[in-house]
């Protein structure tokens, strides 16, 4: 089964709404730059992409599920923006480099095989001075029950995200956990990566 259908099926799964609300680390971290092109790497229904739009950001959303493109476009219309909406397969993306201000990868977990060429890949579309968020569960969050993908070789440690962007300087890099996994439902561990490309790359502050 290819990467799309899989997510078609689960975006067209009508007892599993997907958020509309844009990831509250995002809002809080881009709230102050100045609007330029973003790219929202594996968009899903794209509740990231409308929000950015909705700023003032010139958005593209790509994703290689159409069935979550389609509600990415739904969403859009619905909100009065416009989000460009691209069907792709992430592991095999060459994206013009240097062409935006902003990279928003939440929630992609890509496999270990390809994780590699899809962070470099997002680096190469920076612009110097543009910005990269990531967000994506933390490995450590399984034992606990947090939600995410069942292989813990596809979550985020911070192993697997230090140093492999090349030319960007983290600044944060950080677990954030919220809920009580004593309490079920509301338990998660994300890992928050932030940064800026430059010209010699870095390591977190
Ligand atoms: C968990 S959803 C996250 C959606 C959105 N970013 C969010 O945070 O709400 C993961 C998304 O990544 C997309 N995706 C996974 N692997 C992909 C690949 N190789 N190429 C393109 N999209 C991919 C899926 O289709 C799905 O829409």
Do not use: C
């Amino acid at each position: 089964m290819s990467v799309g259908s899989d997510w078609d099926r689960r975006f067209s799964d009508p007892s599993h709404p997907w958020s509309t609300e844009p990831d509250r680390l995002l809002v809080d971290l881009v709230d102050g730059l100045e609007p330029g092109r973003a790219v929202d790497l594996g968009a899903g229904t794209g509740r990231n992409s409308v929000w950015l739009a909705s700023v003032g950001w010139d958005v593209t959303a790509v994703d290689a599920s159409s069935v979550g493109l389609e509600k990415t476009r739904e969403a859009a219309e619905a909100a009065g923006v416009e989000v460009k909406a691209v069907h792709q397969d992430l592991y095999r993306w060459s994206p013009a480099p240097a062409t935006f201000d902003l990279v928003v990868m939440a929630n992609l977990h890509p496999e270990p095989a390809h994780r590699e060429q899809v962070f470099a890949r997002s680096s190469e579309a920076l612009v110097e001075g543009g910005h990269l968020f990531v967000v994506g569960h933390h490995a450590d969050g399984i034992a606990k029950g947090a939600p995410g993908p069942p292989d813990p070789a596809r979550r985020y440690t911070e192993d697997r995200l230090d140093g492999h962007f090349p030319g960007v300087r983290l600044d944060r890099l950080e677990r954030i956990e919220t809920g009580a996994a004593d309490e079920g439902g509301s338990y998660d561990l994300v890992l928050l990566a932030w940064g800026v490309k430059v010209a010699g790359g870095g390591s977190p502050a």
